[in-house]
């Protein structure tokens, strides 16, 4: 499950992405920038949630 450790950091990379894609949106006027800005705060959410996950996974494999 080592692969696990890196998938959290996808969600950062969406995050980034999806911040650029509403200030773009934003500074062009269009009005569908909210919904970027919505996507990128639930993959930072992930991003942590996952890490929390994956501490919790390692710290329950080292105790058996």
Same mark, same amino acid.
């Given at each position: 499950?080592? /692969? *696990?450790?890196?998938?959290? @950091?996808? /969600?950062? *990379?969406?995050?980034? /992405?999806? $911040?650029? %894609?509403?200030?773009?949106? *934003?500074?062009?006027?269009? %009005?569908? @920038?909210? *919904?970027?800005?919505? $996507?990128?705060?639930?993959? $930072?959410?992930?991003?942590?949630?996952?890490?929390?996950?994956?501490?919790?996974? %390692? %710290?329950?494999?080292?105790?058996?």
């Amino acid at each position: 499950m080592g /692969y *696990l450790k890196y998938t959290q @950091y996808v /969600y950062v *990379l969406f995050a980034v /992405y999806f $911040i650029y %894609d509403g200030a773009v949106k *934003l500074n062009e006027n269009n %009005d569908a @920038y909210p *919904l970027s800005f919505v $996507i990128a705060g639930m993959a $930072i959410f992930m991003f942590f949630f996952r890490r929390k996950f994956v501490k919790k996974f %390692d %710290d329950r494999n080292k105790k058996q």
